[in-house]
């Protein structure tokens, strides 16, 4: 009788274990939804910008406005100037376009590093990575690891996914990964000759007290806590899910629709990301008076999870695949933002001195 209940304890573990084994990419993404959806996500607030003093600076009223507008995974062929649009020239983007046409047109950059963050610090600083010790995109603790295991579930016909177990647990925790607080930001340069400076959306460099934007030269910062457009389920949202991404299945599973402001709580966006992050620029620019400003604003579009308003995805035509008809659509998002920046600096008339 021992050895019957042995053998079937024994039994029912292998099944047990082969089973897990077996879905074992979705237990880990089951686990990554769960500790997002324990993150406390408040109810949307508004946001007070020009909270800083303004400065004495002689010369501050005749220097320029800055305004540096980045896009992440943006495809150059996409800019209707370049290669003639989204989805083979269905969406235009004459926003960017009207950039290309009444300034300067660069056909040659060198980026800081083949991946995100680090190109980021670089555009910031004006310092390669190895000089100023950030090398690596700062990912959530156990990412790579996860990232790993999915991808070895899936047939994408992609390479294999690279992960080094060592290098990986001799970084530091996400949380103290970040560009060091000894490097000068071009947010720092301008707020000490006079100017206002606000970071709108993406930072992705460091969310440490020597890392953070407001660390980093910025008088005001509303960050992109994490990465939905809109919740998956909103009224509102077209979502298009890559099945061949092992990094679009985590982003899906372990990402909440979160914004901040100057470090406070995380709070609910006031709409679909891009519109979002625009309406609060505009804001930026309307409410700035003899004061310099400079403006970094970091769209998160067109990077996954491709999530595009339901007017946006209507507008742009029958696209197809649906994966494509989203992505275009969330260019014309883009591209509406950066028109209606546009649009604002010569409302207000400041146009020539931005």
Known sequence: MVKKLIFGSSLMLITMASIGW????????????QRASAVTVAEHREVTWASAKPRSIDNARSQPNVILIVADDLGINDISTF???????????????????EGVNFNTA???????????????????PSRTGFEFTPTPDGMGRVLKTISGTM??????????????????????????????????????????????????????????PNAQGFDDSLLMASGLFLPEKHPDVV????????????????????????????????????DYWTDEAL??????????FFLYMAHW????????????????????????RVYAA????????????LDTLDQKGIADNT
């Open 22 to 33: 077996f879905f074992r990419a979705e237990i880990l993404l089951h686990l990554a939804a």
């Open 83 to 101: 290669g003639g649009g989204a989805a083979n020239g269905r969406v235009q983007t004459p926003g960017i376009d009207r950039i290309a046409a």
């Open 110 to 128: 060198y980026a800081g590093s083949a991946t995100c963050a680090p190109s980021r610090a670089m555009m910031l600083t004006g310092r390669y």
């Open 155 to 212: 047939d994408s016909g992609l390479p294999p996914l690279i992960y080094n177990r060592a290098l990986a647990d001799a970084q530091p925790s996400y949380e103290n990964q970040g560009l060091p607080g000894s490097e000068v930001t071009l947010a720092e340069i301008l707020r000490d000759q006079g100017y206002y400076t606000a970071h709108i959306g993406k930072w992705h460099l460091g969310r440490s007290a020597e890392s953070n």
């Open 239 to 274: 979502n298009a899910k890559v099945s061949f991404d092992p990094i679009d299945k985590f982003l899906w599973a372990g990402m909440s629709y979160a914004a901040s402001f100057n470090g406070s709580e995380w709070f609910e966006p006031g709409g679909y990301l891009t």
């Open 283 to 292: 804001k930026v620019i309307r409410s700035s008076s003899d004061q310099p």
């Open 301 to 324: 579009a067109t990077h996954t999870p491709l999530q595009a308003t339901r007017s946006d995805y209507e507008a742009v035509g029958d696209i197809q695949p649906h994966r494509l």
């Open 330 to 341: 969330m260019v014309r998002a883009l591209d509406r933002s950066v028109g209606r920046i």
